[in-house]
């Protein structure tokens, strides 16, 4: 798990409303390639808000974000070129259902990137043996559990080859019996190298994967540290109450 110097993601003096809502305020975050981030914060913290910024699911009104020092703007050709870079993994799997879990696989590559049918199912069939669930290729997403339709929406993404997977509290609508085998798959992707933000509470993975853990409360990022620090020494009463709750 190497860190470079490289610069992934940097966010300058970003804001966002929504209408007359000051949703993010003043975001400052720079990403080193191979960067594992855990991003928590009670509920309307503006966690979501700001990962889907990156991307542009939604979109900043004040500040600057680059990606791979691409500039996010309104220009659709950079918009086109960031979203080449990122992947994105939802809470709910986003699968479309009446697709079988291949075809759900090589869409995007083969109408987006024009990628030969052949060449796309072989990549795919790579990537749902990498999240150990190959077996399932012919199905529809309704036969299977939450744990592997996630796993599903994992190997969807790396389809895509992005440099840097975005997670929004990927295992919160999970049976908690399914949550471990889905963190497992992003242990495995944190190792191989990826860069990763993830938005999740799940602490004992914070631990294990992130070597920075952010706190956003209100709009704002509070605190950010290295985990033990941030875990074994948190400095705003904010991210003290915040951790008192979950842990
Ligand atoms: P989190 O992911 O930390 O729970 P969100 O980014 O989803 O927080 O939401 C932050 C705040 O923005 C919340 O108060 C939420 O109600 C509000 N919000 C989220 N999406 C929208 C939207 N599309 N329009 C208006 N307000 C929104
Ligand atoms: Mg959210």
Do not use: W
């Given at each position: 798990m190497n860190i470079t110097d490289e610069v992934a993601i940097h966010i300058n003096a970003m804001h966002k409303w929504y209408g007359e809502f000051h949703?993010?305020?003043?975001i400052n975050l720079t990403v080193h390639r191979g960067e594992r981030i855990v991003i928590c914060g009670p509920s309307g913290s503006g966690k979501s808000t700001m990962i889907r910024c990156i991307n542009r699911l939604e979109e900043h009104q004040q500040g600057d974000i680059f990606v791979d020092g691409i500039e996010l703007t309104n220009d659709l050709k950079n918009i086109d070129a960031i979203r080449r870079e990122v992947g994105m993994v939802f809470q709910?799997?986003?699968?479309?259902?009446?697709?079988t879990v291949l075809e759900n696989c090589v869409l995007a590559p083969i109408w987006?990137?024009?990628?030969?049918r052949k060449e796309a199912e072989e990549a795919a069939m790579h990537f749902l043996e990498r999240v150990k669930?190959?077996?399932?290729?012919?199905?529809?997403?309704?036969?299977?559990?939450g744990g592997q339709q996630q796993r599903v929406a994992i190997a969807r993404s790396l389809c895509m080859n992005p440099a840097i997977m975005l997670f929004d509290?990927?295992?919160?609508?999970?049976d908690p019996e399914m949550i471990s085998e889905v963190l497992d798959t992003m242990i495995d992707l944190a190792e191989s190298g990826m860069t990763m933000l993830c938005v999740t509470h799940e602490m004992g993975f914070a631990r294990k994967v992130a070597n920075r853990v952010i706190f956003m409360d209100g709009g704002q990022i509070i605190e950010q540290n290295e985990p033990e620090e941030f875990f074994n020494n948190p400095q705003s009463e904010r991210t003290k109450l915040f951790l008192s709750q979950i842990l």
């Open positions: 949703v993010l305020k003043d709910h799997f986003n699968l479309f259902p009446h697709l987006v990137r024009k990628t030969p669930i190959p077996e399932q290729a012919m199905k529809y997403p309704g036969q299977l559990s509290e990927p295992t919160s609508a999970l």
